[in-house]
Each structure stands twice: as structure tokens, then as C-alpha cells.
């Protein structure tokens, strides 16, 4: 399907012949792979063109960066070696948690409560069934391989030039209007199979600061929870939008976004993604998501040379029936 022939979000919303605000068929019955369509041979070969110094950014953060956990269900993965001889070395992780650092999340993280898993994938469907390729697993991703333009949206400094404060503490919802202007202002244009990447600066402040700091914050800078955010995504037709903070979304979700569910039951352990665009963007529209990726460096490159566009790799993991895995993400210019 050529891009000219892709629905808008406006259309989708009001479609009846599958889930309303879903992008699923778009792709083909069968597809598995979602917004990363967007991505074609073409725009990854002239993304190559980018890259100008050689120059290269590593975007992930180490295992056990975030211990204690964010979500406060992982433990610490702990790292072993062993030596079959005096010469020789080798080793093993256990509780590795796959999403416990900088990850992308993958197509069966989360289901719409209404209409289940992307593109109508039944439940039964995920599970890992080794050696099995399961429906919706990571290892698609890591067999496709991500390579694109990516853009740096750097909504901390664009803030905070404006005179802004701006506060990794404290809720801070960026709307469609605000990410435009951030992009007129960088000089940047957001075309189809874009890797988008949003600087707010919260992982580099979680990482250095103290209990107190962590527990007295109200809120965390991200985009916004609506219609309009999602139809903003939809229509630039990006391939994967990830961020330095932990769910690309500003939390606390808005309550008036019109996104909750009435009677959704609390989950017993874990966040609640209630009223999250989450389940919109994941299970309907068919989004690879980011988080907790290591923005730092590239974002002061980007400012430094005002160029905020870049060849952009993401492999992740390898691993069959995944839920999300480390991106293994690397910028280059």
C-alpha cells in the first residue's frame, strides 16, 4: 500500500468494519509489524545520505541503570562468570527483565480491553511457544532490523529558551501545537518512516536524584492524552516514537482526555493503563514505542550544530515471543 492510500486518523475513527480509531487490515490481514510499515527500503537508503561526521551516539542506558525498578515489579538482574579454565571466561544473567531499562515495547505489551491484541491476534496467540515464532513477538522486530531518519524533538531546551520552567518533578503535557513549534523552531520536518525521538531530560534527572526528590514528585513531562495527540501520530505516518522518560506520555494521564474506560477494573499488581494512550497507540494503531532511552548526548550534539536530524538503527533483542527488549539503538551523523 502506497502512503497516498493509507486512511487518515479521521477515517479510522469512524470506521465500522473494525475497531474504531484502529489501523487494523490497513497493513494486511496477517501483518505483524504495524506503523514500522511506514518504513520503506527507499527512506532507509536516503536516510543513509545523513550521516556527515560519522559520529556516533549510544542510546541505551546500562542493565540496572533504574534499580529500584520505576515500576517497582522488577528486581536487579544479576550478572555471573564462570571459567572452564584459567584462560578462559564466560558468563550468564538471571532476572533479566527485559523492559527493566532503555526498551522498545513491543505489539503484544498491551491489548485494548475491548478488542484484544493488534490487528484482532487472539489472546491464545501470545504465548511463548519456543521455537515457535509467537504472534506479535520482538524478534519481528529484530528480523525486520530499524534503520531510519531519525528527529530529535528537544522539548527541554525548546522550553526552556521560551523562559519556561521546566520541571522533571512535575506534570507537563505536550500537546500536538507544542511539538510542531518545537520542530518549526529546530528547523526540522516530520516526514513518513520518521524514528521520532522526544528529549525531556527525566531519565538523566531520575538517575541523579536523591529518594526524597523521587518521592516528592507529582508528575512527569510527556505528550498528552487525546484524540488530537493520536490523530498527530497517526497522520505524520512515523514508523516508532520513543522518549527519555518512562512511558513517552506525561503522567498523570489527563482526565479529561476522553480516552478512560468507565467500569475498567484495577489491576492487581502493577501501573494502571487506564485512560493511557497506551492502548491506543500499541494495540490499535499498531505504534513501537520507546522508553528510557539515553537522549543526553545526542540532544547537546543536536544543539551545538543545529541539526536535528540523523541516521538512526534500532536492533533489538533477539528474543522469540518477546513482550519488548533492549533497543540496541545507535545515532549516527
Known amino acids: 500500500m502506497s502512503h497516498a492510500d493509507v486512511p487518515r486518523y479521521a477515517e479510522l475513527r469512524t470506521r465500522t468494519d473494525g ?14 509489524l504495524g506503523m514500522l510499515n511506514f518504513l520503506t527500503p527507499e527512506i532507509t537508503r536516503d536516510a543513509a545520505r545523513l550521516v556527515r561526521r560519522g ?8 542493565i540496572n ?7 517497582g515489579t522488577r528486581p536487579a538482574t544479576a550478572h555471573h ?8 571466561r564466560d558468563d550468564w544473567l538471571d532476572s533479566f527483565y527485559l523492559q527493566s531499562t532503555s526498551q522498545v515495547d513491543g505489539l503484544r505489551h498491551i491489548r485494548a480491553p ?3 491484541f493488534y490487528n484482532g491476534v487472539a489472546d491464545e496467540e501470545v504465548t511463548l511457544a519456543w521455537p515457535d515464532k509467537p504472534a506479535l513477538g520482538v524478534q519481528l522486530l529484530a528480523e525486520t ?3 531510519s531518519r531519525g528527529v530529535l524533538l528537544d522539548a527541554k531546551r525548546h522550553f526552556e529558551v521560551a523562559g519556561e520552567e521546566w520541571r522533571l518533578d512535575r506534570p507537563r503535557h505536550l500537546s500536538p501545537g507544542d511539538l510542531d513549534a518545537i520542530a518549526a523552531a529546530q528547523g526540522v520536518e516530520i516526514r513518513p518512516g520518521d524514528l521520532l525521538l522526544l528529549h525531556v531530560g527525566w531519565a538523566q534527572w531520575w538517575l541523579g536524584a536523591g529518594d526524597e526528590e523521587r518521592k516528592g514528585r507529582t508528575g512527569t513531562p510527556g505528550i498528552a ?54 492502548r491506543h497507540l500499541i494495540p490499535l494503531l499498531g505504534l513501537i514505542i520507546g522508553e528510557l532511552w539515553d537522549l543526553t548526548a545526542l540532544a547537546a550534539d543536536c544543539a551545538d550544530d ?4 540523523f541516521f538512526l538503527t534500532c536492533s533489538p533483542l533477539n528474543v522469540v515471543g518477546g513482550v519488548g527488549a533492549p533497543p540496541n539503538a545507535i545515532a549516527i551523523k
Open 19 to 32: 475497531p474504531p480509531g484502529s489501523s487494523w487490515g490497513v497493513f494486511g490481514e496477517k501483518d505483524e
Open 55 to 62: 559520529t556516533t551516539f549510544n542510546l541505551d542506558y546500562p
Open 65 to 71: 541503570a533504574f534499580v529500584p525498578s520505576i515500576a
Open 81 to 88: 562468570m564462570f571459567a572452564n579454565n584459567p584462560n578462559h
Open 114 to 116: 475491548q478488542y484484544g
Open 145 to 147: 532490523g530499524i534503520a
Open 225 to 278: 492524552q487525546s484524540f488530537e495527540m493520536l490523530e498527530w501520530i497517526w497522520d505524520h505516518r512515523i514508523a516508532m516514537f520513543a522518549a527519555d522518560n518512562s512511558g513517552l506520555e506525561g503522567s498523570p494521564k489527563l482526565p479529561d482526555s476522553g480516552l478512560f474506560l468507565e467500569d475498567d477494573p484495577l489491576p492487581e499488581r502493577g501501573p494502571n493503563h487506564n485512560g493511557g494512550l497506551h
Open 306 to 309: 543545529g541539526v536535528y536530524e
